[in-house]
């Protein structure tokens, strides 16, 4: 058999790191940071689109939207308060960092050395735990996606801690930048001096789209990529796309500040119960083989989850259904809260401007 | 003398379950206090929900010492498939630590909270600190290298945001808080990066797997500079001389109850699971070993001690003095770890625990001084002892435990780690530690000559004693510095059957 000249695989993974290696660059090279913030989300496509390539499908769907969607919204909303310009700093301040980066950087390349080739199937990574995976997932869980049953349930605990990290985000912002803008303050879209009809017309279009988008996402994460991580942040997209279009005023009606903030807390709370409910049932913590006592399980039609003959873990389902709602309950709050915030302080500057 | 085998603590069946509700109680209390309709009922939430973990912790404690290490699966699947907690003697020790200071630092919110923050921050605030214990206790309990990593960040998270709140009565808070939010963010991720190097090398992120896994591999790559990134990482996290940067501001600035609570407990359970990864997970000869120790981790630590007390000397401000001793009490837990004996184990750990019962009641002392007068710079504290001689007392059982007066916890903590450093023949360490306590005794004499035996300047705002609600937890610290100065049998039977197991079962 004969190599090909250029192997494909190769070519592509050249090109996407030459890209990434561009991206950064000009990131570092502008003066502009409006342009750094948008490059950076481009910077999060091309990862995504890598990671794609190395068949992370789950890991590159998150990327895409947190990374390149949501990060780009909040940065923005920060040089929005700030400023929009780099400050130059003096070259002999930058001495000492470039040293640590470029030893940080040597260090890797002389660790990638010791690193298994990329998909080696003997590489401890693919031969130990992660093995054992792909091996029982199916008879342990049967979720067909091994991602999904990694995290939400081999793994679970890390979620709920994950989540938690979402949660203290949202406590940590809004004690920072306050409750966003008061439902009464917050501004309308005046719609008689209205420029963006095209805009509206559009939105009020996608807007239940996305929603509807978000929930295969969410319900969908068994089977494929997905999960409540990457649904949540599509759903508070969409929260955030109807602000941005119609006014903080309406948006803030149906999705009040303070409610917001109790369903981030709410996702966890829902998380936890669900490991509290296996514990009191008898298992461990989050062991959602005990979510269902037996009476229960008897009390659930045969043939809801497919074949009734075939061995079946309704606990796992439910389980995994139910952490995944708390998950996206307080991912999607949480991006809303984090945008009231930046958007309150936001009118609270325009105000102050006009005022003096 | 108490030995902790034969205290009943709590029913079997919450026993059984303790390791989990010590981590998932405040979690929950944390959720309550964010949605609780006012600042008060978040303070009882907070007070309820420390206290319920303290007990667990207590629990968990006494369950260690009887079963020598705990193992608690989490969602039904065995480690390295799941994630199981592992407590041995010396996590259930920290965690006792962090369960009591919580919950003394949460009864002591009551006042210091009103006079330090706005009124309608309040329940978040409580929702912070509880989020903060609950990834500690995490840190401390996990038997797992990336959960670990997700408690570190839970509790990092909520600290950052708690540090700038000080703002209201210290403007530095703030670039504290940036300070602290940029270097302890770079920490976490080389610490995760370092972690990923030795799932590549291992393929399990389970710690105890990884020890077994690893004790058969060669030299490689990818596990030494595992080890690096990871010893680097919490390095930073722990306030390692010279990663130490953002220690200061973050201590002096925050409002009291964080200054309490970071300076008792979040640098500790940074340290102790560096000891974890120096002396569970990394088997002997593996990485560097011995090197490390000997020619990394031995100098910085005693260039710690004895830099950072002189700084501690020269500093003006009291908050900042206390912040300053404390990077120099890392660099003494460092230099027992830099033994690499059982017995310097244990003596660091005794000392971790002295140390942070020391530093939480004499920032507790000026939490409650600040509930009056609102002083910074040492010369403002002239003459308080005379206006409130109750916490001056407490602030002086500290500062005595800190100096090593006999008859206080300190005493028992630094005699423990110069005895051990002169079992391992290295008497050099010794030295250092003698010359660390000489500088110690300088720069706590000048704050008691200034509390005690200074008039008050006139004009200068008189301190008043705190209130009951605030001096019931000091005095209980201070107690606690002195109950385990007579009698040390419970830290000391927790610290010494843990580090005598870990050097037992090393291969």
Redesign the interface.
């Given at each position: 058999m004969t190599t090909p000249f250029l192997d494909a695989n190769f070519a592509l993974n050249v090109a996407l790191l030459l890209m990434l290696l561009a991206i950064a660059l000009a990131v570092v090279r502008t003066r502009s940071l409006l342009a750094a913030i948008l490059l950076m989300g481009v910077y999060s496509f091309v990862v995504a689109a890598w990671l794609m390539v190395m068949d992370a499908a789950d890991v590159a769907f998150t990327e895409a939207v947190v990374g390149a969607g949501i990060s780009t919204i909040v940065l923005l909303g920060a040089i929005l308060l700030t400023h929009g310009e780099v400050v130059r700093v003096n070259w002999r301040l930058q001495v000492v960092p470039a040293i640590l980066v470029l030893v940080v950087g040597g260090?890797?390349i002389?660790?990638?050395?010791?690193?298994?080739n990329f998909g080696d199937p003997a590489?401890?990574?693919?031969?130990?735990?992660?093995r054992?995976?792909l091996e029982?997932t199916y008879g342990?869980i049967g979720a067909p996606n091994v991602v999904t049953a990694v995290l939400a349930?081999?793994?679970?605990?890390?979620t709920l801690?994950?989540t938690?990290?979402i949660?203290?985000?949202c406590?940590?912002?809004?004690?920072?930048l306050g409750f966003g803008p008061r439902v009464d303050t917050a501004p309308t879209v005046d719609v008689m001096g209205d420029h963006h009809v095209v805009l509206r017309v559009i939105s009020k279009m996608l807007i239940p789209l996305i929603v509807l988008f978000a929930l295969y996402v969410q319900f969908h994460g068994d089977l494929g990529a997905g999960g409540g991580f990457q649904a949540g942040v599509i759903m508070a997209v969409a929260v955030i796309l109807h602000a941005m279009i119609f006014g903080l005023g309406e948006t803030t009606k149906a999705f009040r500040p303070g409610v917001m903030?109790?369903i981030?807390?709410?996702g966890?709370?829902l998380y936890?119960g669900v490991?509290?409910v296996c514990?009191v049932n008898g298992?461990?913590?989050?062991?959602?083989?005990?979510l269902f006592t037996p009476q229960v399980e008897a009390m659930i039609p045969p043939g809801l989850l497919g074949d009734p003959d075939k061995p079946h873990h309704w606990g796992q389902h439910f389980g995994i259904l139910f952490i995944e709602l708390g998950v996206l309950l307080t991912v999607a709050s949480t991006m809303v809260s984090i945008f009231y915030g930046f958007a309150g302080r936001t009118i609270e500057a325009i105000k102050a401007e006009r005022g003096s | 003398m108490i030995l902790l085998e034969t205290l009943y603590v709590a029913p079997p069946t919450l026993t059984a379950q303790a390791p989990v509700l010590a981590i998932i109680v405040p979690l929950l209390g944390a959720c309550a206090a964010a949605l609780a309709p006012s600042g008060r009922t978040g303070w009882m939430i907070s007070v309820i929900a420390s206290l319920f973990g303290g007990w667990m912790a207590l629990a968990v404690a006494t369950e260690a010492m009887r079963e020598g290490a705990i193992v608690y699966v989490l969602g039904g699947f065995n480690p390295p498939l799941g994630i199981a907690l592992r407590i041995d003697a010396m996590g259930a020790l920290l965690g006792l630590l962090i369960g009591a200071v919580g919950a003394l630092a949460a009864v002591f919110s009551g006042h210091s909270l009103v006079a330090e923050v706005r009124t309608e921050k309040h329940t978040l605030f409580q929702a912070g600190f509880l989020l903060c214990q609950a990834g500690l206790v995490g840190i401390v309990y996990t038997g797992d290298a990336f959960n670990a990593f997700v408690f570190l960040e839970i509790s990092s998270i909520g600290t950052y945001a708690l540090i700038a709140i000080g703002e209201g009565r210290d403007r530095r808070a703030l670039p504290a808080a940036f300070n602290y939010l940029i270097l302890g963010t770079v920490g976490a991720t080389l610490y995760v990066i370092g972690v990923g190097f030795l799932y590549a090398a291992t393929g399990t992120l389970n710690m105890a797997d990884m020890a077994a896994r690893l004790s058969t591999l060669d030299q490689n790559a990818s596990v030494q500079a595992g080890f690096a990134f990871i010893m680097v990482g919490l390095g930073i996290k722990a306030a390692m001389f010279p990663l130490h940067g953002w220690l200061p501001g973050a201590y002096a600035h925050a409002p009291s109850l964080m200054s309490i609570f970071l300076a008792a407990t979040a640098t500790k359970a940074s340290i102790y699971l560096m000891a974890r990864f120096l002396f569970e997970v990394f088997p002997d000869g593996t990485a560097f070993g011995e090197a490390f120790l000997t020619w990394v981790l031995a100098p910085l630590a005693a260039a710690g001690a004895i830099i950072c007390s002189i700084q501690a000397v020269f500093e003006r401000e009291l908050r900042r003095i206390i912040a300053f001793s404390s990077i120099a009490q890392v660099g003494f837990i460092f230099l027992g770890f830099a033994l690499g004996s059982a017995q310097g184990l244990s003596a660091s750990v005794f000392y971790i625990v002295a140390h942070g019962l020391m530093k939480a009641a004499m920032f507790m002392a000026l939490g409650a001084l600040a509930l009056s007068i609102g002083a910074r710079r040492l010369d403002e504290f002239a003459g308080v002892a005379r206006e409130a001689p109750w916490t001056a007392v407490a602030f002086a059982v500290g500062a005595a435990s800190l100096v090593g007066t006999p008859l206080t916890m300190g005493f028992l903590a630094k005699w423990g780690l110069i005895e051990a450093a002169i079992a391992s023949g290295q008497i050099w360490i010794a030295v250092v530690m003698a010359a660390g306590s000489v500088l110690t005794v300088i720069y706590v004499g000048r704050i008691m000559e200034a509390m005690f035996f200074r008039a008050p300047a006139p004009g200068a705002p008189r301190a008043k004693e705190a209130p009951l609600g605030a001096l019931a937890p000091l005095l209980a610290l201070a107690g606690l510095s002195i109950w385990f100065g007579l009698d040390a049998s419970i830290p000391e039977q927790l610290s010494q059957a843990g580090a005598a197991r870990l050097f037992e079962v090393r291969p």
């Open positions: 260090v890797l002389y660790a990638a050395g010791g690193l298994p590489s401890p990574a693919n031969s130990h735990v992660g054992i995976y029982t342990d349930s081999y793994r679970g605990f890390d801690g994950e938690t990290v949660f203290a985000a406590v940590g912002v809004a004690l920072m903030r109790s981030s807390a709410f966890v709370v936890t490991g509290i514990l298992g461990g913590f989050l062991d959602y083989d005990f | -």
